[in-house]
T-cell receptor, first 116, second 115 residues
Framework: GAGVSQSPRYKVAKRGQDVALRCDPISGHVSLFWYQQALGQGPEFLTYFQNEAQLDKSGLPSDRFFAERPEGSVSTLKIQRTQQEDSAVYLC??????????????FGQGTRLTVV | KQEVTQIPAALSVPEGENLVLNCSFTDSAIYNLQWFRQDPGKGLTSLLLIQSSQREQTSGRLNASLDKSSGRSTLYIAASQPGDSATYLCAVRRFGAGTASKLTFGTGTRLQVTL
């Protein structure tokens, strides 16, 4: 597609429910990032993939958070046993890597997760 | 650890005014800096990307400057319009491949341009 696509746009989950958020990056973009944005804050890094390899997951807040990108394109962020503090907008971004040059990051519209 | 600060947190200006948004960062070993715009309930739209070797970038009414040694960037918006109302975020990317390539964001400046 022309841009980064995320689905669903909105998700309401009951506390304790598992959720899966999908990101479809720009075709050919090697790098894929997940960020979490709380209300009124800047996005915070969660995890990073280069192709199918998850190179950095240092930002995942707990072991309830899991991300995968099995074929190096679409990625899924899964949150198990959701808690109210997980309520946030989850943003996905992709960028093209040329050697060690990172081009600008392009973001999707985000998934707004509300845990009730 | 890289920290990014944006001042002011909020700004209201009348239409037509020129304005400057500020971004400062603590670690000058950056690869590039990117300015984004975020409309309420929406994702981030990239405005300008400045590589560490560059001093400024321009796009239409927007001009971004970078002073890496002092850890500062400014976004200049000329002849502001109500459609410019949004939150503006700056983000820095560190040097290095792989894990160091993540963006570190400021908390943003919420801009309102009034008629």
């Amino acid at each position: 597609g022309a841009g980064v696509s995320q689905s669903p746009r909105y998700k309401v989950a009951k506390r304790g429910q598992d959720v899966a958020l999908r990101c479809d990056p720009i075709s050919g973009h090697v790098s894929l990032f997940w960020y979490q944005q709380a209300l009124g804050q800047g996005p915070e890094f969660l995890t990073y993939f280069q192709n199918e390899a998850q190179l950095d997951k240092s930002g995942l807040p707990s072991d309830r958070f899991f991300a995968e990108r099995p074929e190096g394109s679409v990625s899924t962020l899964k949150i198990q046993r959701t808690q109210q503090e997980d309520s946030a907008v989850y943003l996905c971004a992709s960028s093209l890597v040329l050697g060690t040059d990172y081009t600008e990051a392009f973001f999707g519209q985000g998934t707004r997760l509300t845990v009730v | 650890k890289q920290e990014v600060t944006q001042i002011p947190a909020a700004l209201s200006v009348p239409e037509g005014e020129n304005l400057v948004l500020n971004c400062s960062f603590t670690d000058s070993a950056i690869y590039n800096l990117q300015w984004f715009r975020q409309d309420p309930g929406k994702g981030l739209t990239s405005l300008l990307l400045i590589q560490s070797s560059q001093r400024e970038q321009t796009s239409g009414r927007l001009n971004a400057s970078l002073d890496k040694s002092s850890g500062r960037s400014t976004l200049y918006i000329a002849a502001s319009q109500p459609g410019d109302s949004a939150t503006y975020l700056c983000a820095v990317r560190r040097f290095g491949a792989g894990t160091a390539s993540k963006l570190t964001f400021g908390t943003g400046t919420r801009l309102q341009v009034t008629l």
